[in-house]
């Protein structure tokens, strides 16, 4: 038993191999001949594996900026990380996570096939972190074995289909289109941003991407070179303030402190051009094979894919977008230590990938003003949430680490909350009404944001 639910996470937590399959579905379905459906099916597998290697570029060129940061200004709190708490969790939770996050698919399918909301959520191991929280939340709320499993399936599968639902008018606003939808848990810091930009924006904002610099300085409209040369700055104030003696001795291996920090801010840009790269591999196969689910299984429904999707369109805003939300981490960091409270971490990684989708959200309704002030609200609130929803973890909310994106938090204080006023019970009538309303027809178009 132990070892299926094994290769039943190691399956379904692998976004590649889980969308791969949904191609195949797909192209299946649409009756494809053999020579377009391989290709169809190998291109969406490679393409996500693709992705998967340019975040993993990314995160480890991320966390040496982190560790210097928190050297150079001497703070110590909880770093909110996905994987590490993840990582602690599923010790004692691991099979009620696997279960929690099969069924819970199973449930998004059914709720996107007789349902008006018709999202596909195939962001794999966010699924699998957010099962991991629940299945945490409902042992905490006195859930036994089985009950366990069931509401936090049901949960996990009404959160799966709400959080693209949440951001989809900026989804619409942002592509044209209403082909595509976001699976990535921290929709509400997305849809916040976007709200802002809408707000701080004014009548013709002036986008991210249509920034005027002097001619002298042309080269800054390559992305690419952009993202490079302002990595390339903030390494090494971070670096110099660290100082040589800490970064050669515990980090750079005795390299050069300045050409260690060179090569990283060089690997994050080479992280992001992979990404990009990967993305337009991925969104070429996957819509169109995603066609036939639409067709055959469940009509009209929209795949919901990982973050980096949204990168393409406004990569200055996905700059813009990090060094945003970040500020907005260490403005929240400062307030917390005055104030006495537990001191939340801003975390590179979750602020990189939540602000910059931010960023491009904010960019999206409202400009240049609404990338930096949305993504700036978004670094806000995944610093606040993870203050509140570590009562919630029992055990585990004692560990230096928590979940990051603010969906996490959302869900997490949502049912932590209800669990505390009225055990287990308020758990389960406060998902069949969900599910009630969510049942609801409504024949009225939405409105683009």
Do not use: W
């Amino acid at each position: 038993m132990t070892g299926v639910l094994t290769t039943l996470v190691d399956i379904l937590s692998q976004p590649s191999i889980l969308v791969a399959m949904i191609a195949l579905i797909g192209l299946i379905a649409q009756r494809k001949n053999l020579s377009d459906t391989m290709k169809g099916t190998t291109k969406t597998f490679v393409g996500f594996l693709v992705i998967a290697a340019g975040a993993g570029i990314l995160e480890v060129a991320l966390l040496p900026f982190g560790t210097m940061f928190q050297e150079a200004f001497n703070v110590a709190g909880v770093v909110p990380n996905n994987e590490a708490i993840v990582a602690l969790a599923l010790n004692e939770y691991g099979s009620s996570t696997a279960l929690i996050m099969f069924f819970g698919m199973v449930v998004n399918v059914i709720i996107a096939r007789f349902t008006r909301f018709k999202y596909i959520f195939l962001t794999g191991h966010h699924a699998l972190y957010m099962a991991c929280m629940l299945a945490v939340i409902m042992a905490v709320a006195g859930f036994t074995t089985i009950p366990q499993i069931a509401a936090g399936a049901v949960a996990l599968g009404i959160i799966m289909t709400l959080s693209p639902a949440i951001v989809q008018p900026f989804i619409r606003k942002l592509t044209g289109n209403d082909n595509v939808a976001l699976g990535h848990f921290s929709a509400v810091g997305y849809a916040l941003s976007g709200l802002v930009g809408k707000a701080v924006g004014g009548k013709e904002p002036t986008s991210t991407e249509k920034i005027n610099f002097p001619k002298g300085l042309g080269f800054l409209r390559d992305s690419t070179v952009s993202i490079a040369l302002t990595m390339v700055v903030m390494y090494f104030v971070v670096a110099i303030a660290a100082g040589p003696t800490f970064i050669e001795a515990e980090l750079s291996d005795g390299t050069n402190f300045l050409v260690f920090s060179l090569i990283q801010a060089g690997n994050f840009a080479a992280g992001v051009f992979v990404i990009l790269a990967g993305v337009r591999l991925v969104l070429a196969e996957i819509v169109p094979a995603f066609k036939g689910i639409s067709t055959k299984l469940v009509p009209n429904a929209k795949p919901a894919l990982d973050v980096p999707i949204v990168f393409t369109y406004a990569p200055n805003a996905v700059l813009i977008g990090f060094f945003s939300s970040f500020a907005g981490g260490l403005f929240s960091m400062i307030f917390m230590a005055l104030a006495g409270s537990t001191i939340i971490l801003p975390g590179v990684v979750p602020h990189f990938f939540t602000g910059a989708a931010a960023g491009v959200f904010g960019n999206a309704t409202g400009g240049i003003k609404g990338a930096v002030a949305g993504s700036f609200v978004n670094g806000i609130i995944i610093s606040f949430l993870p203050v509140f929803l570590l009562p919630v973890l029992g055990d585990l909310g004692f560990a230096n680490t928590t979940f990051s994106d603010a969906d996490f938090g959302v869900s997490g204080i949502f049912f932590g909350s209800l669990a505390n006023f009225a055990g287990p019970v308020a758990i389960v009538i406060s998902l069949i009404v969900i599910l009630l309303l969510m049942a609801i027809p409504f024949k009225k178009k939405e409105k683009t944001a």
